[in-house]
């Protein structure tokens, strides 16, 4: 059983940056792809960015040139930087991870973008 541990969540205002962090622990830990979603209020779960273990990435159009996803494979361990936020990039953002044939879930962070 993979455990998803976010961090770094928080409140920025419009045109701020915030890195979000994943921890990966249990399990064999041979995650394929680790990835970030988010929802907002109201809204369905949406994908925000992937990761391989290929390094072979996948952003939402709506973040792209303003998000970049990294991972440490050795550490196993995520990040999400997000720069120049907007409002409507508030949400809980959830960290995911596949491994082998299961996909796991952190609890959440919440980012708000506000002035």
């Known amino acids: 059983q993979v455990r998803l541990v976010e961090s770094g969540g928080g409140q920025v205002q419009p045109g701020g940056s915030l890195t979000l962090s994943c921890v990966a622990s249990?399990?064999?830990?041979?995650?394929?792809?680790l990835g970030w979603y988010r929802q907002a209020p109201g809204k369905q779960r949406e994908l925000v960015a992937t990761?391989?273990?290929?390094?072979?990435?996948n952003y939402a159009d709506s973040v792209k040139g303003r998000f970049t996803i990294s991972r440490e494979l050795t550490k196993n361990t995520g990040d999400l930087h997000m720069n120049n936020l907007k409002p409507e990039d508030t949400a809980v953002y959830y960290c995911?991870?596949?491994?082998?044939?299961?996909?796991?879930w952190g609890q959440g962070t919440q980012v708000t973008v506000s002035s």
């Open positions: 990761m391989t273990t290929g390094y072979d990435t």
């Open positions: 249990g399990g064999a830990l041979m995650i394929y792809r």
């Open positions: 995911h991870a596949l491994e082998g044939l299961g996909a796991y």
